[in-house]
Each structure stands twice: as structure tokens, then as C-alpha cells.
């Protein structure tokens, strides 16, 4: 039974995401990038089945969910009807001495700045964190844009045309997996806030009149797939609803999903129930009308959203985080990602004892890889023991050795993650075996 509380801190996470190959500092032999980060070949993996529990999770909740991909820039016009140039900003001071900045609302003004212990500040200043862009290489025809600071927009400007193309009738979902962006003013925490990251959003298009039952269905969804589809501790886990003062300038009712880290309960998702607010902007500001046609009432009326928002990176992070353990085993301490099986990078891991299996424990190993395409690795390099704990600590849930007996009896050792416990099974039950873990 895991404690309320991560065993992990950020610093160890941080390491260990740099040693095993899940994330690197962006540009970090020129000084680094703050607030990016590059994926490696661990956590390209991990963030892969991130995406595919969600998709699917998204797919079971309702028959009709279509995808979308949309662009990353989006014109001036856009991000004036959907308020981001008005209201998407964050409040900023400087302190005078050290000239380090910080959001106004992350320190309290009345004490000296935590980082030169002076008190001497700016006036606040509202900072709006959408990057801007000019398209084009002549300035005279130069337009400007500006990177996404969400992925939903494009879905509401294109709301007619994914409708008619897919050929399906209010109520539905659409899911964008994508890049968003921000100039966070204090990036911070790692993975938690930065300032390009991934958003996995579903916008749920319903009337009117079921916009707040529907609202309800989505929580239940949301929190359902955190527990069955990641495997988060549920006790780590709640929903919180948005008092009348932290809601965003769209939302009649925001409920965020909510981790239990380290350093406090924090947002990993938000729930939102946007009303008709995006879809009356974009009618209204491209002149383009958006209503939908009620073949029985025979009446116009503008969908209501529900949004389900989730970064794909603060949702890495905290399945690390909910993932990371240490035990004692021998004398000797064991780091173990306890991932759920179906979200490990690697399935399992085939070791020959000696150079002497090699050989034939290859040979099983690239005959599976062929056959399933698992995501599996084979290891010959040190004791078995170190071998063991290279995979615990990224989380690898089996691991089949090949050893003295296994040419006599046609069976390798399976040893569990989790347990360590250890069992003979035959070679042609390696396969069952992978893909019972998975169930
Ligand atoms: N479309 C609604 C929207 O973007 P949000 O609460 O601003 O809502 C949704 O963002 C989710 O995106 C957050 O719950 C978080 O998981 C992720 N997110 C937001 N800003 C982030 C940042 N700077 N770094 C990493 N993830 C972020």
C-alpha cells in the first residue's frame, strides 16, 4: 500500500530522468533553455502510452469522439475572440536590486525578495504569455501570430467544418493531442510548469440543456481513467471544484483534477464547462455564424462545450512521481517504478546468465520482438542482480533470464518487478506472460 505522499523528490526525479534517457535540458551544453525540455528515448516511450491511455480512454467513454491535429500558429484575429490578448496574462513585479522577476502572485510583496533578501519592488505589471510571431519576410506585408497557448481554438474555428466532414450530430467529442505554449514568467518544478508542453484536450459539443449533467459525466470519466487507464494511487488523486474568483474568463464551472505532490495538491487537469462562449467569439468576430440546426425544434442554437484539458508532460511528471519508490533489499537500496504495466517504456527484459546464452536467449528474444513488436530489450552487460535493478528503476515490470538448465528443460526464469518474486516457466509461455501483464 503506497503512503499519500510520493517516496520521490524532485531532485531525484530530475537525475533519474537524465541518467536512464526519459528527459533532457533543452540546449544544455549551451547553458539550457529554461522552461524546455527534449525527450528521450525512455520517455518518448512513456509519453507514447500516455497518449494511447487517453485516446482509448477517450474512445470508450463515448461512441462519438473524432480526432484532430490542428496548426500551431494561429492569427491575431483568433486570440482576440477567444480573449487571450485581453485576459490571458499573468500579474509580474522585478525586484530592483537583483533584478530577479517573479509572478506577484507566487511571492508575498510585503517581505524581501527571497533571492537577495532586499525589499525593493516594481509596481506590478500584467505580462501577457502568448509568444508572438511575424509571418512572412517582407515587414510592409508582415502578419502577426502567435503560437497556441492552448490546442483548443482550433477546434472551435474549425467546428462547422469537422462537423459536416465527419457527418455527426450534436452531442460529440473532439480529441487534439498537441503542442501548446507560453511564456511562463517563473517556469518552474521541472515538468510541472514550462514553457512549451503538450496538452491532451477534448471538447465535447452538447445543447444547452445538458451541458451541466454532461459536465458531471466528464469528472466521473476523467477521474475513472487517472485510477484504470494510468494506474494512479487513488488516494493521491481528487477533484476540486473552482471558487466563483479562479475561474477563467470563459468558464461558467471549472473543476480541476487534482495530485497530491511533494510540494502540495496541484492542477493536472482542468474540467471546464465553457458554455457557448467560444463558439458565440468566433461567430461573432469572423461574421461566420456557428449555430447549429435542430431538425425537432426546428430552431438554431449555439453548442455548449465541456472541455477536458490534461498536459501530457505535468501528467508524465506525475506518474514519476506517483511511480517512484525505494525499499532495502539485501542490505542494498532498490529504486523501483511501480508503473502500471500497460504505461511502462519497456515491457520486459531478456537476459542470457553468461556469455554462453547469448545465443539461444537472442534468439527468443528477437523471435518475440518480430512476432508482437513489444516494446522489450535484452541485456547481457553485469550481474544479474545489477541487470535486475537496471530495469526496477525504469520500471520494467518483467524480466526472463536464460540460464545452465534452460537448453535441458525449455524454460527461463520470469521475475516480477514488483514482488521479485521469481518462477520457471516454459519458453513458449514468455508471450502469455507479457501479455497478461498487460491485461
Ligand atoms: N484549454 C484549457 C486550458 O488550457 P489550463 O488549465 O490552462 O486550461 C490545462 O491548462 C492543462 O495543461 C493543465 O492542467 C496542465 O496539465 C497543462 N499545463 C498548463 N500550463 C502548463 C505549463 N506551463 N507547463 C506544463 N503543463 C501545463
Given at each position: 500500500?503506497?503512503?499519500k505522499?510520493s517516496?520521490?523528490?524532485?531532485?531525484?526525479?530530475?537525475?533519474?530522468?537524465?541518467?536512464?534517457?526519459?528527459?533532457?535540458?533543452?540546449?544544455?551544453?549551451?547553458?539550457?533553455?529554461?522552461?524546455?525540455?527534449?525527450?528521450?528515448?525512455?520517455?518518448?516511450?512513456?509519453?507514447?502510452n500516455?497518449?494511447?491511455?487517453?485516446?482509448?480512454?477517450?474512445?470508450?467513454?463515448?461512441?462519438?469522439m473524432?480526432?484532430?491535429?490542428?496548426?500551431?500558429?494561429?492569427?491575431?484575429?483568433?486570440?482576440e475572440?477567444?480573449?487571450?490578448?485581453?485576459?490571458?496574462?499573468?500579474p509580474?513585479?522585478?525586484?530592483?536590486?537583483?533584478?530577479?522577476?517573479?509572478?506577484?502572485d507566487?511571492?508575498?510583496?510585503?517581505?524581501?525578495?527571497?533571492?537577495c533578501?532586499?525589499?525593493?519592488?516594481t509596481?506590478?505589471?500584467?505580462?501577457?504569455?502568448?509568444?508572438?510571431?511575424?509571418?512572412?519576410?517582407?515587414?510592409?506585408?508582415?502578419?502577426?501570430?502567435?503560437?497556441r497557448?492552448?490546442?483548443?481554438?482550433?477546434?472551435?474555428?474549425n467546428?462547422k467544418n469537422?462537423?459536416?466532414?465527419?457527418?455527426?450530430?450534436?452531442?460529440?467529442?473532439?480529441m487534439?493531442?498537441?503542442?501548446?505554449?507560453?511564456?511562463?514568467?517563473?517556469?518552474?518544478?521541472?515538468l510541472?510548469?514550462?514553457r512549451?508542453?503538450?496538452?491532451?484536450?477534448?471538447?465535447?459539443?452538447?445543447?444547452?440543456?445538458?451541458?451541466?449533467?454532461d459536465?458531471?459525466?466528464?469528472?466521473?470519466?476523467?477521474?475513472?481513467f487517472?485510477?484504470?487507464?494510468?494506474?494512479?494511487?487513488?488516494?493521491?488523486?481528487?477533484?476540486?471544484?473552482?471558487?466563483?474568483?479562479?475561474?477563467?474568463?470563459?468558464?461558467?464551472?471549472?473543476?480541476?483534477?487534482?495530485?497530491?505532490?511533494?510540494f502540495?495538491w496541484?492542477?493536472?487537469?482542468?474540467?471546464?464547462?465553457?458554455?457557448?462562449?467560444?463558439?458565440?467569439?468566433?461567430?461573432?468576430?469572423?461574421?461566420?455564424?456557428?449555430?447549429v440546426?435542430d431538425?425537432?425544434?426546428?430552431?438554431?442554437?449555439?453548442?455548449h462545450?465541456?472541455?477536458?484539458?490534461?498536459?501530457?508532460?505535468?501528467?508524465?511528471?506525475?506518474?514519476?512521481?506517483?511511480?517512484?519508490?525505494e525499499?532495502?533489499?539485501?542490505?542494498?537500496?532498490?529504486?523501483?517504478?511501480?508503473?502500471?504495466?500497460?504505461?511502462?517504456p519497456?515491457k520486459?527484459?531478456?537476459?542470457?546468465?553468461?556469455?554462453k546464452?547469448?545465443?539461444?536467449?537472442?534468439?527468443?528474444?528477437?523471435?518475440?520482438?518480430?512476432?508482437?513488436?513489444?516494446?522489450?530489450?535484452?541485456?547481457?552487460?553485469g550481474?544479474?542482480?545489477?541487470?535486475?535493478?537496471?530495469?526496477?528503476?525504469?520500471?520494467t515490470?518483467?524480466?526472463?533470464?536464460?540460464?545452465?538448465?534452460s537448453?535441458?528443460?525449455g524454460?527461463?526464469?520470469?521475475?516480477?518487478?514488483?514482488?521479485?518474486?521469481q518462477?520457471?516457466?516454459?519458453?513458449?509461455a514468455?508471450?502469455?506472460?507479457?501479455n497478461?501483464?498487460?491485461?
Amino acid at each position: 500500500m503506497k503512503s499519500k505522499v510520493s517516496a520521490a523528490t524532485l531532485d531525484k526525479l530530475v537525475a533519474l530522468c537524465k541518467r536512464r534517457g526519459f528527459v533532457y535540458q533543452s540546449a544544455e551544453i549551451y547553458g539550457g533553455l529554461n522552461g524546455v525540455y527534449d525527450c528521450g528515448h525512455l520517455g518518448t516511450l512513456l509519453k507514447k502510452n500516455i497518449r494511447t491511455a487517453w485516446v482509448q480512454s477517450m474512445k470508450e467513454a463515448a461512441s462519438s469522439m473524432v480526432q484532430f491535429e490542428g496548426s500551431l500558429l494561429g492569427p491575431q484575429s483568433v486570440w482576440e475572440a477567444s480573449g487571450h490578448i485581453a485576459n490571458f496574462q499573468d500579474p509580474m513585479v522585478d525586484c530592483l536590486e537583483c533584478k530577479h522577476r517573479y509572478r506577484a502572485d507566487d511571492i508575498d510583496l510585503e517581505k524581501s525578495c527571497p533571492h537577495c533578501g532586499k525589499k525593493s519592488w516594481t509596481d506590478v505589471r500584467q505580462f501577457n504569455m502568448m509568444f508572438k510571431t511575424e509571418l512572412g519576410a517582407s515587414v510592409d506585408n508582415a502578419t502577426s501570430a502567435y503560437l497556441r497557448p492552448e490546442t483548443a481554438q482550433a477546434i472551435f474555428i474549425n467546428f462547422k467544418n469537422i462537423m459536416s466532414s465527419n457527418r455527426i450530430k450534436i452531442p460529440f467529442g473532439v480529441m487534439q493531442i498537441g503542442k501548446a505554449f507560453r511564456n511562463e514568467i517563473t517556469p518552474k518544478q521541472f515538468l510541472f510548469r514550462m514553457r512549451e508542453f503538450e496538452q491532451m484536450e477534448m471538447e465535447w459539443f452538447c445543447k444547452p440543456e445538458t451541458a451541466a449533467k454532461d459536465f458531471d459525466f466528464w469528472m466521473q470519466k476523467r477521474l475513472d481513467f487517472y485510477k484504470n487507464f494510468i494506474g494512479l494511487t487513488p488516494d493521491r488523486v481528487r477533484l476540486r471544484a473552482h471558487e466563483k474568483d479562479e475561474l477563467s474568463h470563459y468558464s461558467k464551472g471549472t473543476s480541476d483534477v487534482e495530485y497530491n505532490f511533494p510540494f502540495g495538491w496541484k492542477e493536472i487537469e482542468g474540467i471546464a464547462n465553457r458554455g457557448n462562449f467560444d463558439l458565440t467569439q468566433h461567430s461573432n468576430f469572423s461574421g461566420k455564424d456557428l449555430a447549429v440546426f435542430d431538425e425537432q425544434e426546428k430552431a438554431s442554437f449555439m453548442p455548449h462545450v465541456v472541455e477536458t484539458s490534461v498536459g501530457v508532460d505535468r501528467l508524465f511528471l506525475t506518474v514519476l512521481f506517483d511511480a517512484y519508490d525505494e525499499e532495502e533489499v539485501e542490505g542494498e537500496q532498490r529504486v523501483v517504478l511501480r508503473f502500471k504495466p500497460t504505461i511502462a517504456p519497456i515491457k520486459a527484459a531478456f537476459f542470457p546468465l553468461t556469455k554462453k546464452q547469448v545465443e539461444p536467449m537472442m534468439a527468443l528474444y528477437e523471435a518475440l520482438k518480430k512476432k508482437t513488436g513489444f516494446e522489450i530489450e535484452f541485456d547481457e552487460s553485469g550481474s544479474i542482480g545489477k541487470r535486475y535493478r537496471r530495469y526496477d528503476e525504469v520500471g520494467t515490470p518483467l524480466c526472463f533470464t536464460f540460464d545452465f538448465q534452460s537448453e535441458e528443460d525449455g524454460k527461463v526464469t520470469v521475475r516480477f518487478r514488483d514482488s521479485m518474486k521469481q518462477e520457471r516457466i516454459a519458453f513458449d509461455a514468455i508471450e502469455q506472460f507479457i501479455n497478461d501483464a498487460l491485461q
